[in-house]
């Protein structure tokens, strides 16, 4: 399989709502838009949808990495995410998710291996189980079941509040970074921030609505019975990846999803945390490839 360019192509997706949901796109299937490249038609496409309050930059090197084996890959932002349009009416549920996930899976026009980091993890499974197996043919979930540990979702909530009203700078983000991912090495500069912060009015902030946490309505990572039995109903392959570190995901939580989902298969990665392809993208990337590339 010869290997391809790293450089996506920005495009546009239309989610539900009539939402425009932007993602990167790495070797579209169409012999006209990069020529000279060959896509593995034998394999399906990738679909890759980040966690609450990250972005499609949120997976480093994956998607290039993914693209050089000669996949059809695609990140996207998730509504109201880095630059995909903000739902006026601030809806931000599962279900809401879903039915973008769901049109943009029509759009890609062929069958597709899901990856998702917590939230994006959270409505992959609904995904795959509304789509079924002919568009959905497996699914990677990054460091989330449905029954999670609630102190660390409200460790990732109470960092999202708590800088809402944005940074006097790209070092004062970089500070709150470090200070919430301690296993994480620090970055020498905090430049790489700016695909995850806009400067608004002398201030930084991050890249995505505001509303996504304060709109006063139902949690949408607390719908537990709704997740696990769609998870419970899957036929496809899956993967459960779990940062060691994670405080969202615990062994106990491991296990009891294994049981509940015996074609679900597991890895751990011992340097990562919650945030896994992010904390040790190499060890995360052929993990990936290997579940994908069978």
Partial sequence: MSTTSSEPTTVTFRGAD???LVGDEWNKPDATARPGTEV????????MLHGGGQNRFSWKKTGQILASQGLHVVSLDSRGHGDSDRSPEAKYSVEALCADTRQVIEQIGRPVALIGASMGGLTGILAAHEAGPDSVQRLILVDVVPRYEKDGSARIRDFMFSHVH???SLEDAAEAVS???PHRTKPRSPEGLKKNLRLHHGR?????DPAFLTKPQEDPFVR???LEQAAME???PILLIRGRLSDVVSEEAVRDFLDKVPNAEFVELPGAGHTAAGDDNDAFSDVVVQFISR
């Fill in 204 to 208: 930084w902030y991050w890249h995505w």
């Fill in 179 to 181: 200070a919430y991912l």
């Fill in 40 to 47: 593995d038609n034998a394999r399906p496409s990738v679909l």
């Fill in 234 to 236: 899957l036929s496809i």
């Fill in 166 to 168: 944005g940074f006097d």
């Fill in 224 to 226: 537990v019975e709704l």
């Fill in 18 to 20: 009539g939402l425009a």
